[in-house]
């Protein structure tokens, strides 16, 4: 079975940081049942989810939405089957619960869509305080 468990969420005040971290469990982050990508997304009470960032499985195609391009960034480390989202410049607009999630497509065309992942998380809170 494979497990993807989220931390690092919590409460910041506006033009502070995070660092989400997403541990892999059951198969190797770079082996995960034929998985090319793992991505990041996020959702707000009442409102759709929402892609965030993805990376490809040598890290070498990363993307990002125009809403927090040169704010997030989100990298890998396949040995230790950890994906992590460092977020800065938080805005209030960032507050939603955020997902890690691993998918089978790199294609730019389908990390944004939730139906590239076969794998969630369960989630972790990021509020951010104006």
């Known amino acids: 079975q494979v497990q993807l468990v989220e931390s690092g969420g919590g409460l910041v005040q506006a033009g502070g940081s995070l660092r989400l971290s997403c541990a892999a469990s059951g198969r190797t982050l770079s082996t995960f049942y034929s998985t090319d990508v793992m991505g990041w997304f996020r959702q707000a009470p009442g409102k759709e989810r929402e892609f965030v960032a993805a990376i490809s499985r040598s890290g070498g195609n990363i993307y990002y939405p125009d809403s927090v391009k040169g704010r997030f960034t989100i990298s890998r480390d396949n040995a230790k089957n950890m994906v992590y989202l460092q977020m800065n410049s938080l805005k209030p607009e960032d507050t939603a619960v955020y997902f890690c999630?691993?998918?089978?497509?790199?294609?730019?065309?389908?990390?944004?869509?939730?139906?590239?992942?076969?794998?969630w998380g369960q989630g972790t809170q990021v509020t951010v305080s104006s």
């Open positions: 999630a691993a998918g089978l497509s790199a294609l730019e065309t389908r990390v944004k869509t939730t139906t590239n992942y076969v794998y």
